[in-house]
């Protein structure tokens, strides 16, 4: 799934078997997930670190495979979503939070399907989980970055749907938010009415009206 040199449909069935394994399977996901934080015996072969180590390939399939596989790993798990947000990653500078560095290659990403998956991980981490959402907003970039993300219209259905998740991601950030701050900066820019056409976006973009109409893989013959 992370190689980029697979073929195209090798890599989304990975990624369908992969996600397929997570659903509804809290055991599979705390294994993912626990295999990213501290430990004694730390590997390199599992599953959460090679789906975290996509997130940092430059290739914007890549990206957005892991951050979908990703995604699936905290899907309605609170416990989890908290979890991820204890993560750290080592670099040349030191040690940085996942979330500080997905907030960074949000913002310098020129790939359009890479933010999407981005923005989509971030989504999920983020619902029904305060303590993920606040740990965004306390790290203080995400939402001036969602701000300039959600300014102008967008050229194409891509960028119509990463105007409309990252009005979702604004959205869950502002009611995980206490001090209101969030609301405030939303109210100045981009404002309510360009916030909700944004967030309206979605529906209207074709592919996402094809994914929903069609949510199920179908076969040509039952066997």
């Known amino acids: 799934m992370v190689n980029s040199k697979q073929p195209l449909s090798l890599r989304l069935a990975v990624l369908y078997c992969t996600c397929s394994l997570m659903v509804k399977n809290p055991q599979c996901q705390k294994a993912t997930i626990d295999s990213l934080l501290p430990s004694e015996s730390p590997s390199s072969f599992t599953a959460g670190v090679i789906i975290s180590g996509g997130l940092f ?12 596989a990703m995604a699936e790993a905290v899907y309605e798990n609170p416990e989890q979503q908290a979890a991820l947000s204890r993560v750290q990653l080592s670099n040349q500078s030191g040690t940085s939070t996942l ?8 913002a310098h990403s020129q790939s359009p399907h890479a933010r999407l998956g981005i923005l989509q991980l971030v989504a999920v981490w983020c619902a029904g989980c305060p303590e993920a959402a606040k740990r965004f907003i306390e790290e203080g970039n995400l939402v001036s970055t969602l ?12 960028m119509l749907l990463n105007q409309g998740v990252a009005a979702l991601v604004m959205g869950l950030l502002a009611i995980n938010d206490d001090s209101d701050q969030v609301v405030t900066s939303l109210r100045k820019r981009p404002g309510p009415d360009q916030f909700l056409d944004a967030l309206a976006g979605v529906a209207k973009s074709q592919s996402y009206a094809s994914a929903a109409g069609n949510a199920c893989p179908s076969a040509n013959e039952p066997e």
């Open 147 to 158: 701000q300039l993300m959600l300014e102008g219209s967008p050229s194409d259905s891509v």
């Open 57 to 68: 390939k430059a290739d914007p399939l890549t990206c957005w495979l892991s951050a979908a």
């Open 99 to 106: 979330s500080s560095f997905l907030t960074g290659s949000l």
